[in-house]
């Protein structure tokens, strides 16, 4: 008992000892500044007090240094490591874009707003393909009407001469539900004068295009979310269609791509993935990346009736080229575009090949190695065809057998 009583005077004794450690500065109190001689003052930092040990510390050794004064020093030197970690990251806006080729085929997309927005989903669905080169023609609130504002024919006739694109994709058309000028003066939106002029700049577009041997692809317009403006437009769409079946561009009808159920403007639809994504932008007339991303697709699929192996590789041949019934606006025939017609026909020419007129079709190529089709051949037909009206010839017979006594003719009955 004696021997704990003064083993605990001892340790009383010792902690305030142990405790009381301060700074004694010349000339001065403790853990004060002094001033020397000569004038100059001298400010020192002053030392924290160190905690008062217990009496657990000094028997279980738990008399270690506290670890706050090195925090900051170790907090400046993580700070550094964090920055260049951040700095060695790549940006995830980098995109490594493959580089289009000196000859690529190039692709001017043209039209309105629309044609805006479908050039760049194109741009991201041919960004792998170093051999097909997209070029953005669009012009904001441009068409066929407002001539005045920007004449597209007198633009494409500068760019066909310029040679500034191999092939176009045309989309156009929200902007021209207003009135026109004619010869005869203004004419109401979708009137017959209306349509008459409207169409004939739309075959004016067309025909510089064919005559410089430029294939095209004529996107229709979508439905829009106000049903006025979208029957106007559907009905702008229709003489579009009519334009390019006549004018030798292949037609992509995309209208049933963004409709619901019901046939009705949806905003919503499935896209590439089949997922339920917003086709349309909040004015309810452009699309939204996805929607155009999804006009893309089917696109591409005409594009590549013209653009094979890296170029233009084949052309539309009008079997009719040459004759009076060139400028007819023929009926359409499984399908309206012009591609369909001839793919019935079997007529896909080379760009390498001369083209051949309707005469050459029906009686054979001049110095070909083979015969003309002798036309004398269809006024005669075997007995028994349909064609033979009742007098018909006999297969396999000659003159004397076909003859009676006395020269008389064999009747056949």
Avoid at 175 to 189: C, F, H, K, L, S
Avoid at 263 to 277: C, F, I, W
Wanted: proline letters at 7%; a negative charge.
């Amino acid at each position: 008992m004696r021997l704990l009583i003064a083993l605990f005077l001892l340790i009383a004794i010792a902690v305030p000892q142990a405790g009381a450690q301060t700074l004694d500065l010349p000339g001065g109190l403790p853990g004060q500044a002094s001033v020397f001689d000569g004038g100059e003052a001298i400010q020192l930092a002053q030392q924290q007090p160190r905690k008062r040990r217990s009496l657990l510390d000094i028997l279980f050794g738990r008399d270690k240094p506290e670890p706050q004064a090195q925090q900051p020093q170790q907090q400046q030197q993580a700070a550094p490591r964090r920055q260049t970690q951040r700095r060695a990251t790549p940006s995830p806006s980098v995109v490594n874009l493959i580089e289009k080729s000196e000859n690529a085929t190039r692709l001017a997309v043209i039209g309105d707003s629309l044609a805006v927005d479908l050039a760049k989903a194109l741009d991201r669905l041919y960004a792998d393909d170093p051999n097909l080169e997209i070029i953005s023609k669009g012009v904001g609130s441009s068409g066929f009407v407002r001539d005045d504002f920007f004449d597209w024919n007198a633009a494409l006739a500068k760019s066909i001469e310029e040679d500034e694109f191999d092939l176009v994709v045309i989309a156009i058309g929200i902007n021209d539900r207003q009135e026109i000028v004619t010869p005869n003066g203004r004419a109401d939106p979708l009137t017959d004068p209306w349509k008459a002029e409207y169409v004939s700049r739309l075959e004016e577009f067309l025909n510089q295009l064919r005559s410089a041997g430029i294939p095209a692809v004529w996107v229709g317009l979508p439905p829009m979310r106000a049903n006025s403006y979208s029957s106007a437009i559907a009905q702008i769409s229709s003489l579009h269609r009519t334009a390019s079946f006549s004018g030798g561009a292949e037609f992509v009808d995309i209208y049933e791509r963004f409709v619901d159920e019901n046939g009705n403007y949806s905003a919503y639809g499935p896209d590439l993935n089949g997922q339920n994504e917003l086709m349309r932008k909040s004015d309810g007339i452009h699309w939204s990346s996805a929607g155009a991303d999804k006009v893309a697709f089917y696109i591409d699929k005409a594009v590549r009736l013209f653009y094979r192996g890296g170029a233009v590789s084949i052309e539309v041949a009008d079997p009719l080229a040459g004759s009076p019934a060139q400028t007819m606006s023929r009926p359409p025939y499984q399908g309206i575009g012009q591609v369909r017609l001839l793919e019935v026909a079997g007529i896909v020419a080379s760009l390498n090949e001369p083209s051949r007129s309707a005469g050459d079709l029906l009686e054979g190529i001049p110095d070909a190695d083979e015969a003309r089709i002798d036309f004398s051949t269809m006024l005669t037909a075997p007995e028994g065809r349909v064609d033979a009206f009742g007098v018909g010839v006999v297969p396999g017979a000659d003159d004397e057998e076909a003859e009676g006594p006395a020269g008389e003719e064999l009747a056949v009955n």
